[in-house]
Structures are given as C-alpha cells and as structure tokens.
C-alpha cells in the first residue's frame, strides 16, 4: 500500500482529467491537420504540441518565479518563453520576417488592388459590431474576435494581448486554424460568388518594379501608415524594416537572416507558447465556442467583401481593364496561401491563366490594411 501511495506522488496519472482528455482529442486532430493534410504545419505543429503539454501534469513549465522563505526560486521554462507574447515580443519580429519575405511589386505595379486589401477588412468590422451587440462580448474582446477575419495570426495576438489577454489562447487558435484552412474555406465562398465568365478574365501582365520605387514605397508607407496609426508601429515598423532590408540587395546577410532563422525560432516560440494557453480549464468553455465559430464567419465575410469589391470595380472603375473578382478573395493577409488559392481556383476553369502575381497585390495589401485596422482598435479601446 505505501509503495501505490508512493507511485502515486511520484507520477502525474492522478492528475489527468476528463478535460485533459477531451483537450487530447482535439490536439489529435490539429496534428491531423498539420501532419497528413499538411495545413499550415509550421504554425499548427508548434501549437497543437504546446497545447498538449498544457494539458499534461507537467512540472517546472509554467509557474512563475517566487520567493519562498527568503529563496529566489525560478519560473518554469515556459513562463519565460511567454514573456515574448505578454512583452508583445514576437508578433512584430514575425512581422520583420514576413516584410523580408514579401515582394511588394504587384501592389506597386497595380495600385487599384490596395482597394481589394481594405475590402477585406470589412469581415473585421462586421465582426467586431456582432460580437458587441449581438454576442455580450466586450468592446475589446469584440475588436479581438474580429481582428480574425484578417487571417494575420501576430496582428491577432498583438491585439489580444492589448485588450483581451485571457483570450489569447483561443482567437490565437481560431485565427492561425482558419489560416490553415484557407484551402477548404474560400474556394465555395469564390464560386459561389462569381459567374464563370468573371472566372476566366485574364489580367494584363504587370509591369516590372525597381529597386528604388521599393525602397521608396516600404519608406513612405510605413511613415504614412504610422503617422495615420501611431499604435500600428510596432507591427507596421517591422514589417517595412524587413521589406527594406529586402530590397535594398545590400544587407544579404540580414535578409537571410529574417527569412530563416529568425523568423523560424521565433515560430517555434510563439506557437507553442500560444498552445500551452489552451488547457482544458480555459479553452473548453462556451466563449471559446462562440470564437470558433465568429471567427469562421469573419473570415466568411472578409473572403466575400473582397471579390465583391473586385466586381463593383469591374462595373466603375475598371470597366476596360477588368479584374479577375477571384484575386479579391486574397485581400486577406493569409500570405501567400490566399494568393496560391486564387491561382488554384482560376487555373480551374483556365489552366493558361495565371492570377498569382496579380493576387499577391490585394495579399500584401491585406497585412497591411489588418494591422492598421488594429492599431485603430488599440488607440480607441486601449483603455477599456
């Protein structure tokens, strides 16, 4: 008897709970996702596993640092790793790596896709008044629900972290899920919403961009966005910082060093600090429900609000130099998965017809119209 007793304290199987399991389950089919289907595996591996240790009886991970009895005594491991999110860390360096990976050259040679961009954002702001006044969320969980629809996992976590902490976990999950899902969610919304006709319209080729109007959008544009939204700096200072560093074909060193390892460990961090959020205490909880499913329709809304824009255009402004309404789904800032699922759906119904390039405008349009968005949202509510 006193040798089971001793197993017992010894062990952690005392301490699983019928949540524990349940969160087990679900951990199992994120890691189905990311493993087999190989949705967006680098960002749902790292928090799928961290959301598994969460939810086992682990020591030394996630307490905080104390005095007991006059003794300094440390925190676990990943108290420390989390200070990157609570510290507001590792969105913005995500975001450098993001601004060394992207080419701004599509948005530059065809400026009109900024509109598809901004279209985009609509599924934040219809998300945001739904949740206020529809769903009992607070102005800042609403802003933080909302901010999904985007599709930018960092801007979401930023956000949370400002005006709804207690929900990091759960919109940090629905956004970068969503992000993953990109593939299986947009296609119907994009059929449904376009004529075969629009499906096959064949954008002219764009025209190619220097070097030095690259240097001079990411310098204007981050200057311009910052002075509009003083908040957005921290994420929109980043990303323009690695797009220059980019393009000015001088700092190859840095570039790579944004694009890989930087950006990399950062992932690995910020993922599994986002997944230890998700114990079964906090995430299994009808909030969390409502999240799942706000969420979906945000990023419903925003997929829709962008190919109708592109086809109110067709019907104004761009009447002889029509836009292929498919690249408007890419308005999100799901890059560059939003731009690859507008190529996949018209080369559908077009195999010569190439909407990549084209697409990649109304995608970088949406990361930055998203983080602006959010900035907004810190400057108005920051105090509530």
Sequence with gaps: MDMTQLLSDLTGFDD?????????????????????????PLLLVPIAFGAFLANLPCENMWNAPEVINGQH????????????????????????????????????????TL??????????????FTAYY?????????????????ADGPTTILLAGKLAPHLIGAVAVAAYSYMALVPMIQPPIMNALTTHKEKMIRMKSLRPVGRAEKLIFAAMSCALTILLVPPSAPLLGMLFLGNFIRESN????????????????????????????????????LATLKILVMGVVAFGVATAAGVLMAKLMNLTINRSNPINPLIGSAGVSAVPMAARVSQVVGASHDRQNFLL??????????VIGTAVIAGYFIATLGGH
């Design 16 to 40: 699983v709970s019928w949540k524990m399991i349940v969160m087990w389950a679900v951990c199992a089919v994120m890691f189905y996702l990311a493993v087999v289907k190989e949705f967006e």
């Design 73 to 112: 005594v440390p925190g676990g491991l990943y108290w420390y790793i989390s200070q990157g999110i609570h510290l507001e860390l590792f969105p913005p360096i995500i975001f450098l790596g993001v601004g060394a990976l992207t080419d701004f050259g599509p948005l530059i040679a065809n400026p009109r």
């Design 115 to 128: 509109l598809l961009g901004g279209a985009a954002q609509f599924g934040v702001a219809a998300t945001y």
């Design 134 to 150: 529809a769903m009992g969320f607070t102005e800042g969980e609403s802003a933080t629900i909302g901010i999904i629809g985007g």
């Design 250 to 285: 001088v700092c190859d060193r840095l570039n790579k060093a944004s694009q890989n390892e930087i950006i990399n460990i950062t992932t690995i961090f910020l993922g599994t600090s986002v997944g230890a959020t998700m114990s079964g205490d906090n995430f299994l909880q």
């Design 357 to 366: 390039m084209h697409a990649m405008g109304p995608n970088v349009a949406g």
